[in-house]
């Protein structure tokens, strides 16, 4: 049986606002506006503080649907803390505040490792790894990749079958 995800703009709103009541009851998210987006396997939300849009797509969450509400508290971390799309040192602090009102919370939903916070799953399967100069890229099929950093064609490794 396949879970079904919770793609209705109104659903997320809904979902959004309550998990601001639990973890940011400083922030109010009705202005957010929500639209679902299409394709996109290895992205599981965007936001746009600027222009105060929620994009989140479901083709991640059908693969992942336990990351729906850490996706959600994610992305308003953006619109409520930093103003921006970055990852910088007030995205951290607002992680750090997440973890420490989790605490209080029975709902387990802040994951404890940051890294796992900031980015989504990897939903392709990558057969080559291509190295060079302390840099790593990973692609489904073989090619010939110029490193940026010094211009030689980078190794090539093949990681699965």
Do not use: W
């Amino acid at each position: 049986m396949r879970l079904a995800f919770p793609c209705d703009e109104e659903y997320i709103q809904a979902e959004i606002k309550r998990l601001c009541d639990l973890f940011v009851p400083e922030f109010d998210p009705s202005e957010i506006e929500i639209s679902i987006g299409k394709g996109k396997y290895s992205y599981a939300a965007i936001a746009f503080p600027g222009k105060k849009k929620l994009v989140i797509y479901p083709a991640y969450h059908y693969r992942y649907p336990d990351d729906f509400k850490s996706t959600l508290l994610h992305e308003l971390g953006h619109f409520a803390f930093c103003d921006d799309p970055n990852h910088g040192p007030k995205f951290r602090e607002y992680y750090e505040l997440l973890l420490e009102r989790q605490k209080g919370i029975d709902e387990k939903i802040v994951p404890e490792n940051y890294e796992e916070f900031l980015y989504a799953k990897p939903v392709r399967k990558y057969k080559y790894k291509y190295s060079c100069c302390g840099e790593n890229l990973f692609r489904k099929k073989r090619v010939s990749l110029a490193c940026k950093c010094c211009g030689k064609n980078m190794s090539e490794e093949v990681i699965a079958k």
